[in-house]
């Protein structure tokens, strides 16, 4: 456990839209940065004594074939290990990442990178805890759907599952345990999720969990689960778990979302614990709204998510 709260922050963009199969999260990392991202945060970091950096992009690979099956595994294993590499150097030198996807694939990269740090620091039986907030939990494999789009195997991927190629990157797996996850604002669930949900008792609240329990609540629990036992934790962040009334450029505008407040409620409450040592935005999608009213949520909640409160 760190006894400290972040010092340096790095804005580390993550072009990689190959596991989506809409493109366009491949734009938000410059249009995040077009919104002011590091600014904003620098501003902040002068109130609270933090810095931040932007390490700028690591580069996407061009898509290669696209009827091969699983869909541009060859492409994402290569790009979620040259993310990886990328990421260990940040945290090796001491920084919490801010990764700007990109599709949700990244996050493969994140919390990989992120374990193999902490088994560096606290010995191989260090465990990493992964704070997923997300309409979905990612917890497909193509071996049961081979059709699937591989930014919905993030998660089935870091516990092992999936496909050896990408469950072992960095020549270790499972990255995590199910018990270190929990999720937050799940409200499309396949079978195969659903059942691996309750099969390895992972702590999930779905949309209707935060209208029952309260925002505070869930995140309460949620962050007790994920820090117990753990060395540090990965905030995970899926723009689409937001309404899409509020935050419409993602691929699946699903209503029943988190409200932007409820949203900031997450961030803030992950702020407030000195082992979250990776964070990421995903599928902010811009080219799906005219305006910026989804990017400026991101911008918002990466605030939130690195200290910042009104008072
Ligand atoms: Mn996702």
Known sequence: MSSARAKHYEIIGAPFELGSWKPGCAEAPRVLRERRLEKRLAFLGERLGFSVTDGGDVEAPPAGDPDARPKHMAETVSYCDALMARLGVCLGEGRVPIVVGGDHTVSIATAS?????????????????????????????????????????????????????????????????????????????????????????????????????????????????????TSGFVLSFDIDVIDPSEAPAVQYPEPGGLTFREAAVVMECAATSSDLVAIEMVEVNPGLETGHRTADIAVSLIWSAVGGTML
């Not at 620091?121 to 917890?139: F, T």
């Open 113 to 229: 990178a992120a374990a193999r740090s902490l088994r560096e620091a606290h010995g191989e039986e260090a465990r990493l805890g992964l704070l997923y907030v997300d309409a979905h939990p990612d917890i497909e494999t193509p071996q049961v759907n081979p059709e699937t789009d591989m930014h919905a195997t993030s998660v089935a991927h870091l516990l092992g599952r999936g496909r050896e190629e990408l469950a072992n990157l960095g020549g270790f797996a499972p990255k995590l345990r199910p018990v270190d996850v929990a999720f937050i604002g799940l409200r499309d669930v396949v079978t195969e999720e659903r059942e691996a949900i309750r099969e390895l008792g992972m702590l999930a609240f779905a949309f209707t969990d935060v209208e029952r329990l309260g925002i505070v609540e869930v995140c309460r629990r949620a962050l007790e689960r994920v820090t117990a036992g």
